[in-house]
């Protein structure tokens, strides 16, 4: 029987991830442990691991604290860049969230399918598309590093049971016809 304790990780749309931020009081961040340690990431830079508080420590190396201004051009690089807002809760108290790692498919093991995204919630939203006003143009098929959204026959297909629920499909969407709607 799989457990109803929230996982270590969850992802969330990027919206979600400013509101965690704009309530916040300070600020921390590291090099991503996963960049460090894995092939290394094309996709963006390595100090993107943000803290809350300074009990964690980092998960790479370089843990010291930055300002709001600091925060604010890490989401911008995780916009720019398409990274996905993967925030990370207090071990002892999974109803707290304690900072917010910001990944793409390059290192991360969630989302390259190396531990099946065991140790990561899906985030409250799921993505819809209007099948009538897609142009089945495949922008969002490169930026799902779940594999949930896939042309098949030069039309797009998705798969429920994959989508995280990230947001990055409806932020590059040029026929804005993909929603981030609550997950049942």
């Known amino acids: 029987m799989e457990s109803d304790k929230p996982k270590f990780h969850y992802v969330a749309t990027r919206k979600e991830g400013e509101e965690l931020i704009a309530h916040a009081e300070k600020f921390w961040v ?4 996963c960049r460090e340690k894995g092939p290394g990431c ?4 390595l100090d993107l691991c943000l803290f809350f508080d300074p009990q964690m420590g980092g998960t790479g190396s370089d843990f010291h604290g930055v300002d709001r201004e600091f925060v604010a051009g890490l989401v911008k690089e995780a916009e720019d860049k398409h990274l996905i807002v993967r925030p990370f809760r207090y071990d002892e108290d999974r109803t707290r ?3 917010i790692c910001f990944c793409c498919d390059d290192c991360c093991h969630y989302c390259r399918g190396e531990e099946e995204q065991a140790d990561c919630d899906k ?12 142009a089945s143009c495949g922008t969002c098929v490169d930026v799902c590093y779940f594999g949930a ?6 039309e797009l297909a998705f798969e429920d049971e994959k989508c995280y629920g990230c947001g990055l499909c409806a932020d590059v969407c040029t026929e804005d016809c993909i929603r981030m709607v ?3």
């Open 149 to 154: 959204r896939a042309l098949a026959s030069d």
């Open 182 to 184: 609550e997950r049942l």
């Open 42 to 45: 094309q996709r963006s830079r």
């Open 30 to 33: 590291s090099n991503c442990g």
């Open 97 to 99: 969230t304690q900072g």
């Open 123 to 134: 985030g409250k939203f799921i993505a819809r598309t209007d099948g009538e006003a897609c």
